[in-house]
């Protein structure tokens, strides 16, 4: 299902006129300034449900019936939320039971959001009752173009009604306690179970070494939150199908499993919040950059169409140990980034600062002086005005020819792994640095599970795969049999999907890459973790380079070794190789290396799978290059002026728009 045609990107954000609703001239004043600052849509509702059922069965849509009018009379169109994040006082103190149940097995208090059990059936009823009502009235506005569902889901509920659900979830995915028996390798430390109604979900008091029940539950808490939110899908659809719907995602390590949301969505949408400005090396804003850029290109590939940006900052936001003001032109930088990368829309949190709470602080179009001569102002009126001059590529989105796998599963069973490491922001951190290899590279990139079509790609990394599904490895095969090229790293086809370890006998050995010796080459057969303050070398193209944290103990068997550990007991052991696989090649990297390498390295594959860069220059530093809709955007994250090429010079925090 698409959005209903609308020519020009989206700008603007979410609106709360609840909270000035004994202030009328603010709302006026609201609208002008909206016109003023080229805002064409606002959010609804994100947390209105006190102001629409201030008591159980009173409901009051009559000021949210004027709001929806004006927005329409004045050109302005209305994505319009469910109230779900958050439940009002009189729910809580009725029905204590909608409330989530902490890990520690006790009950939350009134207070906060999304914080409630999407078990209860009182909470889904009340939540379908109140989402009816919302369609009812108003699927068929002229101002409505899009259903949001909820806010920023995150978290899980440990109640009864939850762990009852869990062992439901769990009967359907294995048939016999016997088979999870199997699956968990329970016989250790007599966990062995006879019943169903023996498990218990994972707690810091109880069971958390079982590693394949952590994994379930998540898996099972992010399976029950989708099902609540297509059950708000539902009913918001109820009166009018034709409504696209989607929610705002956060964080790809919030709990919820995206890469699976997505098939219910029509519209992804992404909230950004980079902390810019506030990295060790001052001159530079690449890190931050490139992190949105890694979830953006998430978002993109999700629906494999242009996503939309749901929130951002136009100032400082309120959630960081400091929180940094945005430099003169990082808010339009920063904006014509996200849409250099897929999304066709450029919407804030918020419209106007709250005057209490907890983020009466965090930044808005408006602050709470009222006034529209501000600096913050006219950085908005500057994007608003952008943005449509800009309009022609929306809509549009650029193949790209090589991607990333992060993958949901992979991601957990990694941060509970207890192997090379243990600190759990190690792994993100580490696919991050391959994504940005790429981005230096100056191509489009995706970034994918790895249950997506492999086929789409030239070149496909996938750092740290250490969980396989149970046809990856056949995929990979494939990809690279039919011309790819795949590069795998260490770390990678230790587990299947339940992380219970792939295993032989001495007739029948097996080796990581699981599956995949003769594909790659190459056999682990030990792996050595490194001390913070330690490392090893190897050369590469006559380079020496440094290898960290990780280097595994490799027998290559038909793969030409591109470059040999200089250190320790390994010495001369293949540390990076490279392999011809039917039509396609197959690299392994056995280490944790520098980002100069992987740069280099990459600059190769790309070469040899045959993908053209967007510009074919070597990377400037801190300049990003993106091609969307037949033009490239050139943007420098550096307050220092950057020379791109001989014709193009970039000031700091400027960009560029080439027609290709």
Partial sequence: MELKEIKEFLHGGDYNPDQWLDRPEVLQDDIRLMKQAGVNVVTLGVFSWSSIEPKEGVFTFEWLDRIMDQMYENGIHVILSTPSGARPPWMAQKYPEVMRTGENRVPMLYGGRENHCESSPIWREKVRLIDEKLSERYAEHPALIMWHLSNEMYGRCYCEKCARNFRKWLQKKYGSIEELNRQYWSSFWSHKYTDFSE???????????????????????????????????????????????????????????????????????????????????????????????????????????PFYLMESVPSVPSQFEVCKLKRPKMHLLSSMQAVAFGSDSVQY??????????????????????????????????????????????????????????????????????????????????IQRHYEALLKNYVNVDVISQEADFSRYQVIIAPLLYLFKSDTAAKIREFVEKGGSFVMTYYSGLVNENDLCFSGTLSDPVFPPYSLNDVF????????????????????????????????????????????????????????????YGEGFAYYIACNTEDAFLYELYRDVLDQAGVSRILDIGYVKDVMIRERGGYIFLMNFSRETRTVTETITLGGYDYIILQK
């Avoid at 390590?253 to 029509?266: H, M, P, W």
């Fill in 199 to 305: 498990i218990n979900p994972p707690a810091r008091h109880g069971e958390t070494q079982q590693h394949a029940l952590v994994l379930d539950y998540h898996r099972f808490y992010s399976d029950l939150q989708i099902d609540f939110l297509e059950m708000e899908k539902e009913a918001v659809q109820k009166y009018n199908p034709r409504i696209p719907v989607t929610t705002n995602m956060f964080n790809v390590n919030c709990g919820l499993n995206y890469q699976k949301l997505a098939k219910s969505l029509d519209v992804m949408s992404w909230d950004s919040y980079p902390r810019w400005h506030c990295q060790k090396d001052k001159s530079t804003e690449w890190e931050n950059a490139a992190g949105a850029g890694f979830v953006f290109d998430y978002a993109r590939a999700l629906g494999g169409k």
């Fill in 521 to 580: 080459g190459v056999r682990v057969m030990e792996t050595d973790a490194i001390c913070d303050d330690e490392y090893n070398e190897f050369t590469y193209k006559g380079e020496d380079y440094k290898a960290f944290t990780c280097c595994e103990l490799v027998e290559t068997d038909g793969a030409e070794v591109l470059s040999k550990y200089k250190l320790d007991f390994y010495q001369g052991m293949c540390g990076v190789s490279k392999k011809q």
């Fill in 349 to 430: 949190f918020q419209w106007r600062k709250s005057n209490g709470a907890v983020e009466k602080f965090h930044g808005a179009v408006i602050d709470h002086n009222g006034s529209a001569d501000t600096r913050v102002f006219r950085d908005v009126c500057e994007v608003g005005a952008r943005l449509k001059d800009i309009s022609f590529i929306k809509g549009t989105q650029e193949k790209a020819r090589a991607a990333v796998i992060y993958d949901y599963d992979n991601m957990l069973a990694l941060q509970e792994q207890s192997g090379i490491t243990r600190k759990k922001e190690f792994f993100a951190s580490q």
